[in-house]
């Protein structure tokens, strides 16, 4: 888990972790989850958010892991140059 959260920190572009907990304030009996848990079928994350998609709904919600990486670069908005503050004023002059 603590990998798990550190990549997905660490990744470039957004992540989504869902993390499973118990409750042991309020449903301290239910603890049977953790032996049904699972990693995911594909060891190595899939490219194709298509497919990704597929697992996730193929799924029994109880599989942990990553399934899907984005190999795109982030998106970054083109800095515009800086402007002196006199320019900006005489635009906004009334």
């Not at 798990?4 to 304030?25: D, H, K, N, R």
């Not at 497919?51 to 892991?65: E, F, L, N, R, S």
Request: charged letters at 25%.
């Amino acid at each position: 888990m603590t990998r798990l959260l550190v990549e997905a920190i660490e990744y470039p572009g957004f992540a989504f972790v869902q993390v499973l907990s118990g409750c042991v304030t309020y449903r301290p009996d239910q603890r049977g989850w953790k032996e049904v848990v699972h990693p995911f079928i594909n060891d190595v994350p899939t490219e194709d958010r298509i497919k990704a998609a597929q697992i996730i709904q193929a799924d029994d919600g109880k599989a942990t892991g990553v399934i899907y990486a984005s190999p795109y670069p982030v998106w970054q908005p083109e800095n515009k140059k800086e402007t002196e503050l006199g320019l900006l004023e005489e635009e906004f002059s009334l």
